[in-house]
């Protein structure tokens, strides 16, 4: 059983930037696959980047609307994944998931049903 939770969420102007941070419970946090997730209200949960090691070395994938704003991180002698989220913009507020994928892969996964378990949720706002 893996636990992730999340921080860092709350309330930015836009333009600003935010740092989300999830800790992970788990002695192979190394070997998971990590993502974060979002959820806007009415709208179905989407990928917003991703960090694996795959077969063929570590590889991270983002979503199209958040590329060269957000990056993924982790630190796993922390157990910890990060998403840095600079430049947001108005349709950037949504409720954060964090997200565990405990298969190796050949690519880095991004739909809901590759990954295995999931935080809470923090929430982001973006003031106009």
């Known amino acids: 059983q893996v636990q992730l939770v999340e921080s860092g969420g709350g309330l930015v102007q836009a333009g600003g930037s935010l740092r989300l941070s999830c800790a992970a419970s788990g002695r192979t946090f190394s070997s998971y696959g990590m993502g974060w997730f979002r959820q806007a209200p009415g709208k179905e949960r989407e990928f917003v980047a991703g960090?694996?090691?795959?077969?063929?070395?570590?590889?991270?994938y983002y979503v199209d609307s958040v590329k060269g704003r957000f990056t993924i991180s982790r630190d796993n002698a922390k157990n910890t994944v990060y998403l840095q989220m600079n430049s947001l913009k108005p349709e950037d507020p949504a409720v954060y998931y964090c997200t565990a994928d405990t298969q190796r892969r050949w690519s880095v996964p991004r739909s809901t049903e590759e990954y295995d378990y999931w935080g809470q949720g923090t929430q982001v706002t973006v003031s106009s």
């Open positions: 960090i694996s090691t795959t077969w063929t070395g570590t590889s991270t």
